[in-house]
């Protein structure tokens, strides 16, 4: 028996939210398991890739880290069509991060797939004494908008896997009960057949001046 992952499903996945609310440190601790301690400004959009087992069936996540600086908003919105779920990011001890959600929220709501699922992640959940933004305020934000919520630490992985691992479950439960097809051309949803698995391999090019590489 092969020990190579069959992938059920591709799900294609964004991050978003302001600068500094700690996107790629959460994309690096969900991938690498480890603090990225020297992150800086994401430029564009970078990406990520993991594997993941939930519910018995395989999951290859296709993950894009993008900017959260307004000069990069026309570049990274191009990355938006067809993602089948989101982490919504800010940082519990940044006011501004918090106020800004509203905007992000409506644009993955406009140019990805109708059916996105997204998870709100209160970001930097270590910086306990710093915070400026309640469980609870936050909390009636995602109730008020349909969205799941958790905080999350990318210092000390709180919480990282699961927020992902958690949108995961429920895009499944949505494939399961009809509300998501896969067959559908932008459902952000691919099966992966014998084919795709060795495509799926290879990393997705980008646009070199638009990202790090």
């Not at 210092?155 to 009809?178: H, M, R, Y």
């Not at 992966?192 to 799926?200: H, I, V």
């Amino acid at each position: 028996m092969s020990s190579i992952f069959i992938l059920y499903f591709l799900f294609k996945f964004l991050v978003i939210g302001s600068a500094g609310s700690g996107k790629s440190c959460l994309l690096h601790q969900f991938i690498e398991k480890k603090f990225k301690g020297d992150s800086s400004h994401t430029i564009g959009v970078e990406f990520g890739s993991k594997i993941a087992t939930i519910g018995g069936k395989s999951v290859k996540l296709q993950i894009w880290d993008t900017a959260g600086q307004e000069r990069f908003r026309s570049v990274t919105r191009s990355y938006y069509r067809g993602a089948a779920g989101a982490l919504l990011v800010y940082d519990i001890a940044n006011r501004e991060s918090y106020n800004s959600l509203s905007e992000w929220l409506a644009d993955a709501r406009s140019l990805a797939s109708p059916n996105i699922v997204i998870l709100l992640a209160g970001n930097k959940k270590d910086l306990e004494a710093e915070r400026q933004v309640t469980f609870l305020e936050a909390s009636q934000f995602a109730q008020e908008n349909e969205l799941m919520y958790l905080e999350t630490s990318a210092k000390s992985g709180e919480n990282v896997e699961e927020a992902f691992l958690k949108c995961c479950k429920t895009i499944l439960g949505k494939i399961q009960n009809g509300e998501l097809d896969p067959d559908r051309i932008g459902s952000g949803i691919q099966f992966g057949d014998s084919k795709t698995r060795l495509l799926n391999q290879e990393k997705p090019k980008k646009p070199d001046c638009f990202c790090n590489m």
